[in-house]
């Protein structure tokens, strides 16, 4: 009798050669120890505040336990498309260009996914969120990294991507504010890579989780941009400004036919996301901006001392 092939030789040769997250793997190595601060992952030390917890406790109390829309709820895409025109700049129709996902990673693959056909090229900037390049080359597309650098403070300009680009080249994606950087990019330099796009008729991924803290300088989404707002998919959650990390809940807004594409994926392989998640969801859109701005406020206090002590 022949010996069974090697099951490693059976697997997708993509998600085979792709190595783990170290970060994930230095994540779960702390969980086992005692009085140490992982540095590793970007996840608030603060509790999701209490009032968001105790809707949580609510719903599932009056039976909050169903299917949501694939979509997800109505009342909460028409809350994500009111906070998105005040704090962002571009106004969605929240019946059909809102999608709320289980997560930004999940919104970025299904954006890459809907996106990408085999062997087409995708922008995006290093240093990054750990997941980019993977995501892309999981959706069949070619990862094109731009090296960023320390001396101009990580920024990315037009000059950097035309360097890049080519006639394969589909889609840009954008992080800034940057994990794990922290760089910021002005509305000038935004404005460059915003015409850098529109005459390479490219599709912007533009993942903004960190804009609640900036402190420099306000926040500029290139979304807000003359002419982007037809061809980006802007993705936000509530992770890091909410602190709600372990709800896993984002949100991807973009047009219709574009929204449309990333919801066959989700319908088909999610679902939805968690009633519970979207349920409190809708209490922090509501009612968690005072304890959002004491948690950016602690943040800020430490980033100053930081800067004053040890820069």
């Known amino acids: ?3 069974s092939p090697s099951l490693r030789n059976r697997l997708n040769t993509v998600v085979r050669d792709i190595p783990r997250s170290g970060i994930r793997d230095f994540f779960d190595i702390v969980t086992t120890m005692k009085d140490v601060i992982s540095l590793g992952i970007g996840e608030p030390d603060f509790d999701t505040p209490w009032h968001v917890r105790e809707s949580t406790v609510f719903a599932l109390e009056r039976g909050a336990t169903h299917y949501t829309s694939n979509l997800g709820y109505l009342e909460l895409r028409k809350a994500l498309a ?6 962002f700049g571009a106004e969605y129709n929240p019946e059909s260009e809102v999608l709320v996902t289980v997560g930004v990673s999940e919104a970025l693959d299904l954006a890459l996914r809907a996106l990408i056909n085999p062997g087409d090229e995708v922008l995006y900037h290093e240093p990054c969120y750990v997941s980019y390049r993977a995501t892309i080359l999981f959706a069949g597309g070619i990862p094109l990294a731009v090296e960023t650098k320390p001396e101009n403070g990580f920024r990315l300009t037009r000059a950097m991507l035309e360097a890049q680009c ?3 080249t589909k889609v840009l994606m954008l992080n800034f504010p940057n994990n794990p950087t922290g760089a910021i990019m002005s509305r000038e330099d935004l404005e460059d890579i915003a015409a850098f796009a529109r005459e390479r008729d490219l599709i912007v991924i533009t993942d903004e989780i960190y804009a609640e803290l900036t402190y420099d300088a306000p926040h500029t989404s290139i979304v ?4 982007l707002r037809d061809r980006t998919i802007f993705l936000h959650g509530f992770s890091k400004a909410w602190a709600m990390t372990g709800f896993r809940l984002g949100y991807a807004c973009g047009p219709a036919e574009l929204i449309e594409a990333m919801m066959k994926i989700h319908q088909y392989a999610i679902l939805c996301a968690p009633i519970l998640s979207q349920e409190a969801a809708i209490e922090a859109l509501a009612n968690g901006f005072p304890a959002m701005e004491k948690m950016r406020r602690a943040y800020e206090m430490r980033r100053n001392y930081i800067v004053t002590e040890f820069l």
Do not use: D, E, I, Q
């Not at 009111?82 to 704090?87: F, L, S």
């Not at 807000?224 to 002419?227: E, K, N, T």
């Open 1 to 3: 009798m022949n010996a």
């Open 82 to 87: 009111k906070y998105v025109r005040k704090h």
């Open 224 to 227: 807000s941009l003359p002419g």
């Open 166 to 168: 080519t006639p394969k």
